[in-house]
């Protein structure tokens, strides 16, 4: 039988970690991220945080029957695969006609910040943004205290665009703000996430993909019964 799944739905699996789309069974997850004040001021400080585990069924029932692209954003939680849940990560802000969208990963559990299984989920959402929606460019913002995450973006490709003195107003006061930019060229010439993705994925993401080519007219002809047979089965 021949199926097909519109682009955002299936999980983007890792060997270390997978990521799925929000869905109502992550909603006691997200309950614990929205509790975390410190973690959801960095990933999004924005966020509306004082749902109950019921609204959040509900809002993310919702969702799921909505395309990514209609919502103009997609957003997963973090899984080991063991199935534990460790942070959450999106793709936010897209905008079809500009071919871009702003990165925003977090990981909730302190002991899996900043190790290889972080480094792979930021590898799978460059895959999919680059790859398999075809951004030309992912957006990313880091506030002006934290260094160390401007410097890991830096350090994985990002340029450094810009720089807002007090653009944000949140409960620590007003925050500067860094503007980090990757384009599709810049992934496909750094070296470095080549090693890591052939490294940490089994796979180059930096490589353009190939389009699929149409079958030839002799390879439709010679399995001719094979399809009508599937076809009617």
Known sequence: MI?????????????????????????????????????????????????????????????????????????????????????????????????????????????YRNTRM?????????????NQIQLNKVIAYTYGYNQYAQQNLVSFGFVQEGFLRQHINSRQGFLDLYINGLLVNDLRENQRLSRFSQKLLGRDITNKPIPPQP???????????????MLSS
């Open 3 to 111: 199926s097909a799944t519109p682009i955002g739905f299936q999980p983007l699996q890792g060997r270390r970690v997978v990521l799925e789309r929000l869905a109502p069974k992550h909603a006691a997850f997200l309950v614990q991220c929205y509790k975390d004040n410190e973690f959801m001021d960095l990933y999004r400080l924005a966020q509306q945080r004082n749902q109950t585990e019921e609204q959040i069924k509900k809002r993310l029932a919702k969702e799921q029957a909505v395309l990514p692209q209609q919502m103009k954003k997609i957003e997963w939680v973090i899984l080991l695969n063991n199935g534990e849940p460790v942070g959450l990560a999106s793709l936010a802000d897209y905008k079809r006609g500009h071919q871009r969208a702003e990165f925003l990963m977090g990981i909730l559990t302190p002991k």
């Open 215 to 229: 079958l030839s007219d002799e390879y439709i002809m010679s399995k001719k019964d094979s399809i009508i047979k």
């Open 118 to 130: 972080s480094l792979e989920a930021s590898l799978l959402i460059m895959d999919f943004a680059f």
